[in-house]
C-alpha cells in the first residue's frame, strides 16, 4: 500500500470524525426558520453552499476545513495543524483523496480498493448533519439568541447533554449551514474542561462545476 494511500486513509477517517458538517433547500430562503438543529439539517438538503470553518480545541492544534457542496458533488479541503492539506472528493458517487506529495499534487481513487473502498459514501452520509442534529434526543435543546456571523444574521440553539457533561450553542444560516459552533464539556475520567470553538469564516450559497475538478489524474489505491 503506497504512502499516498496510508496518508489519505488517516486524514480521510480524521475527516468523518472531526469534519462533518453540513447540505440545503432549492431555493435557500426559508419562510421561518426551523425550530431545532434537526429542523436545519432537513432545510439544508439539495442546495449548495461553500462555507470555511476556523476550529480550535483545547489541547490540539488549530484545524481549517472547507465544504464545497453542490450535489450530487461534494468537496472537502482540510488543514488540521500545518498538516500537508488534503482535498476529499465526492463525485457522482466516487470518492477521491488529493494531496501534494514530493513528485506535486496526486488523486487516488478510494474506490478502487477495499480498504478505502467505503470512505467515500461514509463522507457523504455525515457530511449532512453534525453530532446534535443526528442524536438530538440525547439532548435538552432551547432556542438561543441570534449571532451575525459574517453580516448573517444566524438562529441559534443551545444544547446540553442528559449527562450534564456537555453544552453547546450551534448557530445556522437562513439556509440552515452550521455557521458558529461553541462546545464546553468535561472529561468523565479527568474532570479536565474541554473547548472547542468553530466559526465560519467565509460563507457563500453559489458554488461553481470548476470547484470539483480533481487537481490530478486519479490513481488506484492498490
Do not use: W
Request: proline share 6%; aromatic share 6%; hydrophobic share 35%.
Amino acid at each position: 500500500m503506497n504512502k499516498l494511500l496510508l496518508f489519505g486513509i488517516a486524514i480521510v477517517g480524521a475527516l468523518l470524525v472531526f469534519g462533518c458538517c453540513c447540505a440545503s433547500t432549492p431555493d435557500g430562503n426559508p419562510s421561518s426558520a426551523p425550530s431545532s438543529p434537526a429542523g436545519m439539517a432537513a432545510l439544508r438538503q439539495g442546495a449548495q453552499y461553500k462555507v470555511t470553518y476556523a476550529s480550535q480545541t483545547t489541547g490540539l492544534a488549530p484545524d481549517v476545513t472547507t465544504y464545497y457542496v453542490k450535489p450530487p458533488n461534494m468537496r472537502v479541503d482540510e488543514t488540521m495543524g500545518g498538516t500537508t492539506p488534503i482535498s476529499v472528493y465526492i463525485l457522482n458517487g466516487k470518492g477521491y483523496a488529493c494531496l501534494e506529495d514530493e513528485s506535486g499534487m496526486a488523486c487516488i481513487d478510494t474506490s478502487s480498493s477495499p480498504e478505502t473502498a467505503g470512505l467515500a459514501e461514509s463522507l457523504a452520509s455525515q457530511i449532512n448533519a453534525d453530532p446534535i442534529e443526528a442524536n438530538q434526543g440525547q439532548f435538552t435543546i432551547s432556542q438561543a439568541a441570534s449571532r451575525t456571523v459574517l453580516g448573517i444574521s444566524t438562529t441559534c440553539f443551545t444544547a446540553s447533554s442528559s449527562n450534564g457533561n456537555a453544552q453547546t450553542e450551534s448557530c445556522y444560516s437562513p439556509q440552515g449551514v452550521l455557521l458558529y459552533q461553541h462546545t464546553l464539556s468535561t472529561l468523565v475520567d479527568t474532570g479536565e474542561p474541554i473547548e472547542t470553538i468553530k466559526q465560519a469564516t467565509g460563507y457563500s450559497t453559489s458554488v461553481s462545476d470548476s470547484d470539483f475538478a480533481l487537481p490530478a489524474a486519479p490513481q488506484s489505491a492498490e
